[in-house]
């Protein structure tokens, strides 16, 4: 019979069942706990952790648990359960953190935070085992001699990138097995990602000096990169090497891409995570950009599970301690919340790294602008998490019991408008239903009618009469599952009565419609919705069916937008620049010896854009601004 049994019966005996055996477990225990640093983990009747914490005083933490009116509910539970205790002492407090990660990833205790995050992260690795280096993928251990760049947020981002360093550097990627038998050149050649030094198609020395620029490209130092092959570029231009000219053309436009791919601007920010948490309805996400070298190796979102009445202090604390256990921090973390114990976390995260970890948490400039974007893009991975999750029943049920339907919909439609002054307008439909969103299903529209510039309400009704009006004449009998149960409308009344008078004169009376507008000052959380014969209202700001039904607005913006953005950057780069204020002949050349073509000028960032010469910041917002809008 184990300890735990043995235990569990005499309890029993005495008549202690709940909170009170719990108690006189860990009571029994204290009379022989060492007053040092350590890690207890407390187990129950079947042997099962429940919890693993750690302290500085054992016994002093431990006793804590014994008194009920300091213990939220959930400790209570723990507690009730808990028929056993186990400790392991330890030399410090910071090795009691370590260890504490370590035994929550291995046990997964149902009373701890708790995430999961079972894979390894890739690197680009450019070996230095060769004469001429191979540019690969690598994930593992790091035993070959080379540079290493990364960890990369996922074998995509990884894979996407070293398609493009290919692109713009040309550096082999074969084995070296490979590389030793060619006698001739391999369609890497002949697709302009290699430069053959297999067949001797360039030097060593012209071979170095290719990885030389992926390396410093790799290390954040692109802006020289850059000049570097403009100049050469001029160079071969001026000596009439047409030819040469064109190819370095090309590697500019290239690395151009891959800085407008950055999504993020990490100026003045070396090695750094950026770390956010985001939490609505009892859930939380977490969001985690990898910055290297100043460069953006992509994100990823971690769904921790946890109680509801954890704050997100704790939250993040449990998070970040366990998700660096067993793998290297880099020198800086930028977090969104303070951790409980921020000062221990760093000392560990430095002890178990091999280098000085800080932890802050920004309040202003450049880091701050990073965490509100990890933020928001941790919002936007619950919305969708929430809305393919088994919660979107209850979701499409709270739908149904907001807007007066007689039942949950299986397909909701939410359209949107885009245009700049009633250039280059168009609308968009997007639809939802209880799988999440129906992206096959989305529609774009492009404006046939003559309507005034910046006409919203005619360019909904246009929208909204020839979508309806197919439907009509394709399903009559409404089988295809492509009528929608409720149809949302980007905007207010106004919009919301053109919407109604198309209904009417196509005879479709029973489609329910609402229009959601934002709040004063245009804030997510305080939407007012419209409905037709009913005063407006708005929903509480906690409610979880306001946040899905943010999201699908969201949605239908992020899509209408896209379609306009493409719209306009397809117009510029059959008309050139001369359209965007503010850019005359000698700008429009700066711009294109720079960036190599329009098409990158409009995907281009802000801080892309003031790097040219003569464009200033007032300038390059305004360019930037104009393909946004």
Not at 127 to 146: E, I, S, W
Not at 547 to 558: F, G, N, P, S, V
Not at 598 to 623: Q, Y
Request: with cysteine; net charge positive; glycine share 8%.
């Amino acid at each position: 019979m184990s300890n735990i049994e043995n235990q569990s019966g005499k309890l029993l005996r005495r008549g202690r069942t709940g909170f009170e055996a719990g108690v006189e477990v860990l009571r029994a225990h204290l009379k022989t706990m060492p007053a040092q640093p350590g890690v207890y983990r407390m187990v129950n009747e079947s042997g099962e952790t429940l919890y693993v914490g750690k302290a500085k005083n054992l016994p002093k933490r431990v006793s804590s648990y014994t008194q009920r009116a300091r213990l939220p509910n959930r400790l209570q539970r723990m507690v009730a359960q808990t028929r056993g205790l186990e400790i392991v002492v330890t030399h410090t407090e910071t090795e009691a953190l370590l260890l504490e990660a370590n035994l929550i990833q291995r046990f997964m205790p149902p009373f701890n935070v708790l995430f999961r995050d079972d894979k390894s992260y890739p690197y680009i690795l450019i070996t230095r085992d060769h004469d001429f280096p191979q540019l690969v993928k690598h994930r593992g251990a790091k035993n070959r001699k080379g540079w290493y760049f990364g960890p990369f947020a996922s074998a995509g981002a990884v894979a996407e990138t070293v398609t493009l360093l290919q692109r713009g550097f040309m550096l082999r990627n074969c084995s070296d097995g490979f590389f030793a038998a060619r006698t001739r050149p391999c369609l890497q050649y002949h697709i302009k990602r290699c430069t053959a030094p297999c067949t001797g198609k360039v030097t060593k020395e012209e071979y170095a000096q290719q990885v030389a620029d992926a390396h410093d490209f790799l290390k954040g130092h692109n802006i020289e990169i850059q000049k570097k092959l403009a100049a050469e570029m001029q160079v071969a231009s001026n000596g009439l090497d047409f030819e040469t000219a064109a190819k370095l053309r090309d590697r500019i436009k290239v690395l151009t891409a891959m800085q407008a791919k950055q999504g993020i601007n990490a100026r003045g920010i070396d090695d750094a995570d950026v770390i956010a948490l985001h939490q609505v309805a009892g859930k939380t996400a977490v969001q985690i950009f990898f910055l290297r070298s100043g460069r953006n190796y992509g994100a990823r979102t971690f769904y921790p599970s946890h109680d509801r009445d954890l704050q997100p202090g704790e939250i993040l604390e449990a998070f970040v301690a366990q998700f660096y256990s067993g793998k290297p921090a880099p020198a800086c973390l930028l977090l969104s919340h303070a951790p409980n114990e921020t000062a221990l976390l760093a000392e560990a995260l430095s002890e178990q790294s091999g280098h000085k970890v800080i932890l802050s948490v920004p309040k202003l400039g450049e880091k701050k602008h990073l965490i509100d974007l990890a933020r928001k893009n941790a919002r936007e991975a619950l919305a969708r998490k929430l809305a393919e999750s088994s919660e979107q029943a209850k979701l499409l049920g709270r739908v149904a019991e907001i807007f007066g339907l007689a039942e949950p919909p299986k397909r909701i439609e939410v359209y949107d408008n885009s245009h700049i002054s009633g250039t280059n307008a168009g609308g968009a439909m997007i639809a939802a239903g209880p799988e999440g969103f129906l992206k096959k299903t989305y529609r774009k529209f492009n404006m046939r009618g003559e309507h005034a510039p910046g006409d919203d309400y005619a360019m909904m009704e246009e929208v909204l009469t020839r979508r309806f009006r197919r439907l009509i004449d394709e399903d009559p009998e409404r089988k295809s599952g492509l009528w929608p149960d409720l149809v949302l409308i980007d905007g207010g009344q106004g919009q919301l009565s053109k919407a109604c008078g198309v209904m009417q004169e196509l005879g479709l009376p029973d489609i329910s419609l609402v229009a959601i507008a934002k709040g004063p000052d245009r804030n997510a959380g305080r939407e007012r919705f419209f409905m037709p014969q009913q005063e407006p209202f708005s929903l509480p700001p906690e409610d979880p069916a306001l946040y899905y039904l943010q999201r699908l607005r969201d949605e239908a913006h992020r899509f209408a937008i896209g379609a306009h953005r493409a719209k306009r950057v397809k117009a510029i780069g059959q008309s050139g620049l001369e359209e965007v204020p503010g850019v005359g002949a000698m700008r429009k050349r700066a711009l294109l010896h720079h960036f190599g073509s329009a098409k990158a000028v409009a995907e281009a960032g802000v801080d892309d854009l003031t790097r040219v010469p003569g464009i200033s910041a007032d300038a390059a917002r305004r360019i930037h601004d104009f393909f946004r809008r």
